[in-house]
Nanobody, 117 residues
């Protein structure tokens, strides 16, 4: 599965962006899809995930209430709506897909989100 993340950009604090993650050529073929991010000089961290079958979602405490993950089966896409962005949200955002018992197996190339103060 090849994943393509897009939608990053430069936004002022308090603004919004919507990231998209598309699976090329076929469905995600996975049990869950997640978003991660990596800020400069920091380790990659979990942001949000959605379970494909149940639509169950999970969020990091730092983004809960501001970010919303969703999916579109028809478009084979997963979205991350980010509202109320803060400078500390600045990072490269990656989407990833995985299977139960296997963890996250497939990774997109990342899209840069920069939030100015």
């Amino acid at each position: 599965v090849q994943l393509q993340a897009s939608g990053g950009g430069l936004v002022q604090a308090g603004g919004s962006l919507r990231l998209s993650c598309a699976a090329s050529g076929r469905s995600f073929g996975s049990d869950f899809v997640g978003w991660f991010r990596q800020a400069p000089r920091k380790e990659r961290e979990f942001v949000a995930a959605i379970r494909w079958s149940s639509n169950y979602t999970n969020y990091a405490d730092s983004v809960r209430g501001r970010f919303t993950i969703s999916r579109d089966n028809a478009k084979n896409a997963v979205y991350l709506q980010m509202n109320g962005l803060k400078p500390e949200d600045t990072a490269v955002y990656y989407c990833s897909a995985g299977r139960a018992g296997k963890g996250y197996e497939y990774w997109g190339q990342g899209t840069l989100v920069t939030v100015s103060s």
